[in-house]
DNA sequence: CCTACCGATCGGTAGG
DNA sequence: CCTACCGATCGGTAGG
């Protein structure tokens, strides 16, 4: 059945609304993010947000219900990228090093995109109500795992090197985890840069035999 | 001059009241680094503190004079440790990855002895007063200067391997950093033991030559 | 060193 | 009568 004009015109009021809807909200969890990572959760006062948005707290309290949710909303967008980045699918034929690399790339990169909201979980875990701290758990748990597994895989093909796997994939996530302190994305090093560099750290930390392409001035060296 | 024996006695006095007096400011100071590690600063309050002691508020406030200063001592005993690691005399006849290796071990041993408020710095540095936290800028700076240039020197010397040196530097720290969201003294891995084994994933970042005595299984490997 | 408080400021919500 | 807000103020609690 065919759609009248009207209804058209109408759904297309509604998607503008939406869109307006959500361009509201994101600005809203700009701001609050940016507070939050400046000042912590119970530094950063509702009136702080409002004011630097300039609007009023029922403004902020018609999205969000409380001010827990914003930094609950913030903190799982977050974390949820950076933890998901060591997931593959079961029958993915690559090996085990191959599938590191790739997703330790994918770790840099999503600590990089999310270096702000991305430690809240870890440096205020206090703030998070418990079904979403039991969620985030299981996620930062499954990470582990499922990096470990890579770790212990690679080393089985002799492609990498390495000690204590679950001390070493703690010192992995250590790197990503505690980057917010020192990392600025108008810093001297680029945010693609960065990835790349933290990457070959990252797999330094894991042992892994630098390919010879990827190393500075190689072939040239003497 | 002799001091006669009602002098000693009100001397002997003077010290236990004293040694009483640090007694109780240290169980306070406990009291706090622990509630501070586990709810941050502004989670929490005084309340918390004085409940868990078992004393009045009026009883904390006689050995400090504001949740800051309490929250600002832990602070300072703690990075003050870690930060310091790094520094050796001017004369040191040893070289620079001699040097490096005890650096690294202080290091990764003050931040397990301090794991608590050792982050405190870096988690919560907006709750810190302008002076104190000039002091420990200073302090982290020296820090990772210090570092760096015992890296560059290894490097120069051909004992060591690595890309970026300020960004290496960072990674080092970043994992003594980020312990606290997962050590535990009483975890799998013991105090001591934990020292050792933080100190050779860092000196791999560095791209140091693992002693052979030191590598596992070595010299029985195949 | 406690009981009893204070000035201020908090997160959240009322009516219109 | 709906939505998207505003000015004003609520009940409780913080540090001191």
Redesign the pocket.
């Known amino acids: 059945m065919k759609k009248s004009i009207a209804q058209r015109a109408q759904q297309e009021r509604q998607t503008i609304?939406e869109g307006?809807?959500d361009q509201?909200r994101e600005r809203i969890l700009d701001v609050a993010r940016e507070l939050f990572f400046r000042q912590g959760f119970?530094g950063?006062?509702?009136?702080?947000i409002v004011e630097q948005l300039g609007?009023?707290?029922?403004?902020?309290?018609?999205y969000f219900?409380?001010?827990?949710?914003?930094f609950e909303t913030l903190c799982w967008q977050a974390s949820h990228a950076c933890l998901t980045a060591m997931h593959f699918d079961k029958d993915d034929p690559r090996t085990a090093v191959e599938k590191l690399h790739e997703g330790l790339h994918r770790f840099a990169a999503a600590n990089i995109v999310h270096f702000k909201a991305g430690t809240f979980f870890y440096r205020e875990s206090g703030v998070l109500r418990a079904p979403l701290q039991r969620k985030l758990r299981t996620l930062a748990r499954r990470f582990y795992d499922e990096l470990c597994e890579l770790l212990e895989q690679g080393r089985q093909d002799g492609e990498l090197d390495f000690d204590n796997t679950k001390l070493t994939a703690l010192a992995i996530g250590s790197i990503a985890g505690f980057m917010y302190t020192w990392y600025r994305p108008d810093g001297r090093i680029g945010p693609e840069d960065m990835v790349g560099q933290l990457q070959n750290i990252l797999l330094k930390i894991a042992g892994a035999k630098v390919p010879a392409a990827k190393r500075k001035g190689a072939g040239t060296k003497n």
């Open positions: 609304v307006v809807h509201k119970a950063t006062t509702m009136a702080d609007v009023t707290k029922p403004y902020v309290y018609y219900p409380s001010k827990n949710d914003l």
